[in-house]
């Protein structure tokens, strides 16, 4: 990691941490900064040697403009700003909505079924990579199952690059330029962080899964967790190898 030298983590919610990337950047001493707009912290200023990581949360695109999430047009301004910088971004779920909005994209509420029907995607599904993309290949070599936790899809800005797919929502990795990924689905998650996620995030749950949602998640959670952290983890890898400069 000899470009990347602070990771800038702007987090939405207190559940909705770095997580994997947290213990990645320690892991290769990269100094860690969680800013929390929602909570009136300063944008950062940002230099050459920042990767910024943009975190999940319940709110959304639509969101921005409402009085309930006044930060949320702040933080899309800093990363169209940060965009216009070329510099390094990873965005996760909300933060790859983000990400696709300040470059033009913007979201829909993912629907599902005949006739189709507003439907989270939530849970552990497989997801699915262009044939076209060589950088992530190996990792798609066997199924690549991720988490799923989001009730819209995004739709991709002209210039964004589709990498992988799911069943579900077409749109769940891809890159801007080539110094910016967002992923709809989730990488950083440990155990832990699920099991608070289904308990606190419960009315969600019922909403894409029913009212036994929680237990299957917890099955899901027992059953992928842990075997597919590897594979989690050289994503994550990947990721930083591809945004170091």
């Not at 999940?56 to 169209?80: A, Q, T």
């Not at 798609?140 to 819209?152: K, R, S, T």
């Not at 967002?182 to 909403?207: A, C, P, R, S, Y």
Request: charged fraction near 30%.
């Amino acid at each position: 990691m000899k470009g990347i030298r602070r990771l800038l983590v702007l987090q939405h919610l207190e559940i909705e941490g770095p997580g994997l990337f947290e213990q990645f950047a320690k892991q290769r001493n990269l100094k860690i900064e969680i800013i929390r707009l929602d909570n009136k912290n300063d944008q950062p200023q940002t230099k050459k040697g920042d990767l910024i990581l943009i975190m999940g949360g319940p709110m959304g695109v639509k969101d921005i403009g409402s009085e309930r999430y006044p930060w949320l047009k702040l933080e899309r301004d800093f990363i169209k700003k940060e965009l216009e910088n070329e510099r390094p971004i990873i965005g996760v779920c909300l933060g790859a909505q983000l990400l696709a909005s300040a470059a033009g994209g913007d979201v829909e509420i993912l629907k599902y079924g005949s006739p189709p029907k507003a439907l989270p995607e939530i849970g552990w599904s497989q997801i699915f990579i262009e044939k076209s993309n060589k950088d992530f290949k190996a990792l798609f070599e066997d199924p690549f199952h991720v988490l799923h936790w989001h009730g819209d899809r995004i739709l991709l800005p002209n210039e964004a690059v589709l990498i992988a797919s799911s069943a579900r929502c077409k749109e769940q990795f891809f890159r801007i330029g080539d110094f910016a990924y967002g992923l709809q689905f989730h990488i950083e998650t440990t155990q832990t962080m699920i099991n608070k996620w289904i308990k606190e995030d419960k009315e969600f749950v019922f909403k894409g899964l029913g009212s036994n949602g929680q237990e299957i998640l917890r099955e899901e959670n027992k059953k992928f967790s842990e075997k597919t952290l590897l594979k989690r983890k050289l994503l994550i890898n990947k990721l930083f190898e591809l945004l170091d400069n």
